[in-house]
Nanobody, 126 residues
Framework: QVQLVESGGRLVQAGDSLRLSCETS????????MGWFRQAPGKEREFVAAVDWGGGQTHYADSVKGRFTIFRDNAKNTAYLQMNSLKPDDTATYFC???????????????????WGQGTQVSVSS
């Protein structure tokens, strides 16, 4: 019944922008920290960004800071990742995730996220 469905990924050129969406249902969206992770071929899953329950706090991986923006619309149970100035190194499958963890400091740890989407593929050509 829990669903997280990512969308928006596609093939783009370096320097382009994309907006990823994560539509959710089946759980208390407002009670969960929302995060974005990514996994490139041959690499481990890595943290990208997280936003707290009300959208007031965000945290980003150093590799995307200043280029990506995470935000959420609690009325729509949807989280977003705005990706600007994309680079070939951003090529990966992007996953959204939801965490019931009460400690904001743990938001970058993948194991605190209970619910995961299936991912949307982002490919950035040079």
């Amino acid at each position: 019944q829990v669903q997280l469905v990512e969308s928006g990924g596609r093939l783009v050129q370096a320097g382009d922008s994309l907006r990823l969406s994560c539509e959710t249902s089946g759980f208390s969206f407002r009670r969960h920290v929302m995060g974005w992770f990514r996994q490139a071929p041959g690499k481990e899953r890595e943290f990208v960004a997280a936003v707290d329950w009300g959208g007031g706090q965000t945290h980003y991986a150093d590799s995307v800071k200043g280029r990506f923006t995470i935000f959420r619309d609690n009325a729509k149970n949807t989280a977003y990742l705005q990706m600007n100035s994309l680079k070939p190194d951003d090529t990966a499958t992007y996953f959204c995730a939801a965490s019931y963890e009460s400690n904001w400091a743990a938001m970058m740890i993948s194991r605190v996220y209970s619910y995961w989407g299936q991912g949307t593929q982002v490919s950035v050509s040079s």
